[in-house]
């Protein structure tokens, strides 16, 4: 089968197409024929070492986070899932990037027969992260504002229509061609951070979700209204700071890391099925062309999200 992998941190360059023996299969383990597997910032940022304190230094190391694909062959102490089944891998932190996984049953989500590989396999990560970000830290509420900065990647366009569908006003900033996009799905008023900070943003806030961490809670906090919440994606020493200065009654910092459960990444692939959600997909390539996916993602231009194909 083939598998991505790298043997030391680096660029692009160090992501190596090889083949390798079918894994084998545990009591308690799927056997699942990947179709998708999804990139995420994380990934680039992973093989570049920039994230040693989650990855460790172990080589070869497979990245990717989440896959679709077909259940191939089913564990003998697995119950619920079948040979020829759709499914959706939460694969966690690593090893995605592969034509085969062998991954606990538990980690499984059933793909709804109308979605497709390419939008399950983009759900856990970015799904889970807006979700999280949204409905258990900041618990938005209808009519309340709702700002998504860097609204048109794949957590920020996930996150536009969720606060959305949840009865919020949401601004959403981007770069002005990501406009026409960010407004066919949901948001209310748009704004180009390239020409207009937050600070000349009229109004204040009660969310502002900052998808690539690159605001900072002093930097919003002026925007927050009482008790309102700033949320960055990145677990940087001054996220975790101003989180432990804010836990008292007033506006708050808050880090929100992608946790993706079976339950929240189902309820996701049912909103898509519903068509109550759209998965966004900027490009897609053949496996063979990694390199140049995480060399695009890289960019942070993508709208949306990048996929691979096996």
């Known amino acids: ?25 545990q009591p308690g383990e799927v056997l699942i024929q990947n179709e998708v597997a999804a990139v995420n910032p994380y990934d ?34 697995v119950q619920g899932l079948h040979q020829g089944a759709r499914v959706i891998a939460i694969c966690g932190r690593a090893g995605g990037y592969a034509q085969q996984i062998a991954i606990a049953a538990s980690q499984v989500v059933a793909l ?28 938005i509420e209808r009519g309340q504002r709702v700002l998504i900065y860097g609204a048109a990647g794949g957590v920020g366009t996930c996150a536009v229509q969720l606060a959305k569908q949840a009865g919020c006003e949401v601004t959403a900033a981007a770069r002005s061609d990501k406009h026409e996009l960010l407004r066919s799905l949901g948001a209310d008023h748009v704004f180009d951070y390239t020409r207009q900070s937050l600070a000349q943003t009229p109004g204040v806030f ?31 020493p001054a996220a975790f700071l101003w989180w432990g200065l804010t836990l008292l009654p007033g506006r708050k910092c808050r880090v929100v890391l992608a946790a993706p459960t079976v339950k929240k990444v189902a309820t996701l692939a049912s909103l898509v099925s519903q068509r109550q959600l759209r998965v966004v ?20 231009r993508a709208a949306g999200k990048i996929v691979l194909k096996f």
């Not at 660029?11 to 090889?18: H, K, Q, R, V």
């Not at 997909?281 to 990694?290: F, G, H, L, T």
Request: net charge negative; aromatic share 8%; hydrophobic share 40%.
């Open 1 to 25: 089968m083939k598998q991505v992998v790298i043997h030391a941190f680096g660029g692009a360059d160090e992501l190596m197409l090889t083949e390798t023996p079918s894994p084998k299969v």
């Open 44 to 77: 680039w940022m992973a093989r570049k070492g920039e994230m040693k304190f989650l990855t460790g230094r172990k080589f070869p190391m497979v990245l990717g986070a989440e896959a679709a694909g077909v259940v191939k062959e089913v564990g003998s102490a």
């Open 112 to 139: 709804p027969d109308n979605v497709d590989f390419d939008e399950g396999a983009c759900l856990p990560v970015a799904g889970s992260t807006a979700w999280d970000a949204l409905h258990q830290i900041a618990k």
């Open 206 to 236: 009660d969310l502002i979700f900052d998808t690539p961490s690159v605001l900072g809670y002093l930097q919003t906090k002026k925007k927050l209204s009482d008790g309102g919440v700033y949320i960055a994606t990145l677990p940087t």
């Open 281 to 300: 997909i900027d490009r897609s390539y053949p496996i063979e062309q990694v390199a140049e996916a995480h060399r695009y993602s890289e960019t942070k």
